[in-house]
């Protein structure tokens, strides 16, 4: 039997249990549109393709199964190469269907092509951040094309694939029986663990450590991995330090959980990794921020201490910092075996009670050094006031997107996330705009949780016309669009340098300058509020939430620094020889 290629791609993904496709038409992919028609797959349909590429990276982390944007080519397939990028680095499982030019017309530069190097060459765009691209030439390879895209993007390192269809492929006839054998394929491939006698080593080199470390990284929560480590650490008592992609992992209430490493980590945090004898890190790749530039008067220093480090990916073993024993495993698989020897080795576990106390009378007294800022009934609000009484409202299962920040730097140093895999932040590439859009793809996975992205207004700015997509679908989406009128961070930051904020502010006449977002909101037919004073902000969010509605609520926040302990390089590059960080403008 024969059928169009685009009508069995839609009952190919029906099987494999895909429920929804992000994504924006173009006359490359309207077949594929139309066979959505009838389908159980819904097609979230975007304003922006970089709204796709986020809301489908959002979606994947909240339900934890690969996602699916369908693009245009040329300008579509470059809109949401930011989001694909984004969810690249940051190891998200991503399969994207572009439309392409007519393959009879190589060579011609029809219309949108992108040719200016080679023809017919638009999917090497995507060649440097995805796993890879393919172009599908031949009808009948396309089935065997889109099962290995699915595989690729799942198995080792997870990460984004493209697939680049010439729009008459789409078109296609084809025989049935080519998509029928992949049946017979399997749709989850074996992961690798750890052998008995490293698992033994590895647990004899930290009981027998004198101040032995963990150190998490995102690659738990994309193992799926946070129950294993929580026992782990249960049994043998070591404290725990993560990376901003790490946080999460490890609830922040538990007694062994020290915080955020890093530029933005606490003193605390940051001098108890320079003391470690031993760290055993765990699907991390020691980005920059996290590590202080690697500089090693900070926050890492390799050596003296020593360095155990397991990953999915080889690359990562010892790019930044000699290893002692690495491995390459999948961290789910390698903390069961670990679990398993360690209660071997010492069946009633380990007690470090001086250590835990240590930790408690830490977090208490950051707790009471930050009473000043969270009691503060200025307005425009201290962004210490806003984070925490978000937090109260919230329940504790409430999933978080961030931008970036101090919505991403802030809230990785202080606010308390309680259930792995519940904050969602653009840690590789750091990307203004994702927070929003992800937000929107977490709430489609996950819609019986509450969703709220913490966003600043230059990121909300960048695409704000998520809110048409929610409003369409009812996408009940918090937005708290923490509004400094600039882009804060770096207006800081060229403020201590430079001493001018030119390019990084907002104004209007000389004046500060900000759109009025709950009014936008309400343009498209959203409910939003601008908040007046300090003290109706908790009030509002509370209204947001029970209203169980897309809502906005702009808030007008003080532009003052994320408290940084750690380094950055470029301070040094800026101002040689000078100690100076980030100043309130």
Known sequence: MKDLISRQLIRYLENRGIE???????????????????????????????????????????????????????????????????????????????????????????????NLHADASQYEIYRPFVKRAWRADRPDLFPEIIEKA?????????????????????????????????????????????DDETAETIIQRLVHATNPLIYVGGGILIADAAEELREFVDHLSIPVVHSAMGKGAVPDDHPFLLGMTGFWGAQFTNDTCRQADYIFALGTRFAEADCSSWESEYTFNFPPTKLIHIDIDPNEIGRNYPVEIGAVVDLKQALHVLNRVAKEILPEGRQNNPFKQKIAVYKENFRKQNQVHIKDSSFPMRPERILHEVREVLPRDAYITTDVGWNKNGVGQQFPVYEPGTIFTPGGLATMGFGSSAALGAKIAQPDKVIVSLVGDGGFGQNPSVLATAAEESVAVIWIVMNNNSYGTIAGLEKAHFDTTYGTVFQKDGKSYSPDFASIAKAYGVDGVKIQSAEEFKPALKQAIESNKPFVIDVQML???????????????????????????
Not at 25 to 34: E, P, S
């Open 20 to 114: 929804h496709i992000f994504g924006l038409c173009g006359h490359t992919n309207i077949a594929v549109l139309a066979a959505l028609e009838n389908s159980s797959i819904k097609f979230i349909n975007t304003r922006h393709e970089q709204i796709a590429a986020h809301a489908a990276d959002g979606y994947a982390r909240a339900k934890k199964q690969t996602s699916v944007v369908l693009t245009h080519l040329g300008p579509g397939l470059t809109n949401a190469a930011t989001g694909v990028a984004t969810a690249a680095l940051d190891s998200i499982p991503m399969v994207v269907i572009a439309g392409d030019i007519p393959s009879h017309y190589y060579g011609k530069h029809p219309h949108q092509e992108i």
């Open 559 to 585: 532009n003052v620094p994320t408290p940084t302990t750690g380094h950055w390089n470029i301070m040094d590059i800026y101002s040689p020889d000078e100690k100076r960080s980030h100043v309130s403008v």
């Open 150 to 194: 699915f595989q690729l993007a799942e198995s080792g390192r997870p990460g984004p694939v493209l697939v680049s269809v010439p729009m008459d492929i789409f078109s296609k006839e084809i025989d049935t029986a080519l998509f029928e054998r992949l049946n017979h394929h399997t749709k989850t491939i074996q992961k690798p663990s750890i």
